[in-house]
């Protein structure tokens, strides 16, 4: 089960977290960033599914740097206070965040970055601008505006076919850009198909797409 951790960044600012620890195989570690609704409580239940697969996970607040304890709701008001939030924020912030989450992981063993929504756009500047060995990134929604940086790691994407955030056109702008980058494309799936949450939740995408993800740190890291 997840619990509440503090962590502590470089310039002293404190946040929370959730974390859950690793059970069975002890693969590795993985940083969950949350989407523009914030460290909801299905981020809680990633960490539980990232360490039933052997990596231990924190899912960090990054909007504790405004306000502790900041959810939006799904609704459009809530879309644009997460949207305003994220835009509040700036990159040496956010990377400042994500990087400390990473050290209080690294345990000898791979760090996986992961992320939804605009929490994979900065699993992309992350990957691309910190040190981490693999990226598993669900519909990061301005990766198209960062195609002038790349993971620096070996990195999977995941989009619907119907994805408002992201085009076709869009998706294959990234893979055109980014050769190596494994991108897996959910038919009938919309953004935020992860998330039982959500009016978009497909239940398959999730399934198929979770499956693509551990088989893929599989291969690339051990």
């Not at 994979?120 to 929604?141: C, I, P, R």
């Not at 998706?171 to 980014?178: K, L, V, Y």
Request: net charge negative; aromatic share 10%.
């Amino acid at each position: 089960m997840s619990t509440e951790i503090k962590i502590k960044a470089s310039d002293g600012h404190s946040f929370d977290a959730w974390q859950s620890e690793a059970r069975g195989e002890k693969k590795g570690s993985v940083v969950v960033l949350h989407a523009i609704t914030g460290r909801i409580s299905h981020l809680a239940d990633v960490c539980d599914q990232w360490a039933d697969n052997g990596y231990t996970a924190i899912a960090p607040s990054l909007f504790d740097r405004i306000s502790p304890n900041i959810i939006n709701s799904y609704d459009p008001d809530g879309v644009k206070a997460g949207i305003d939030h994220y835009t509040s924020l700036t990159e040496k912030q956010i990377l400042t965040d994500i990087a400390a989450s990473s050290e209080k992981l690294k345990r000898n063993q791979p760090v996986v970055i992961s992320g939804f929504c605009t929490g994979g756009t900065w699993a992309w500047v992350s990957a691309a601008k910190l040190h981490f060995d693999a990226m598993v990134n669900y519909y990061g929604s301005h990766v198209p505006a960062w195609l002038h940086i790349s993971p620096n790691c070996p990195s999977i994407i995941h989009y619907g076919d119907i994805d408002h955030c992201v085009s076709m056109k869009e998706i294959a702008d990234i893979q055109t850009a980014n050769p190596d980058l494994k991108i897996k494309i959910h038919p009938g799936a919309k953004h935020a198909f992860f998330n039982p949450e959500q009016e978009s939740y497909h239940t398959e995408a999730a399934k198929i797409s979770w499956a693509q993800s551990m088989e893929f740190l599989d291969q690339v890291l051990f």
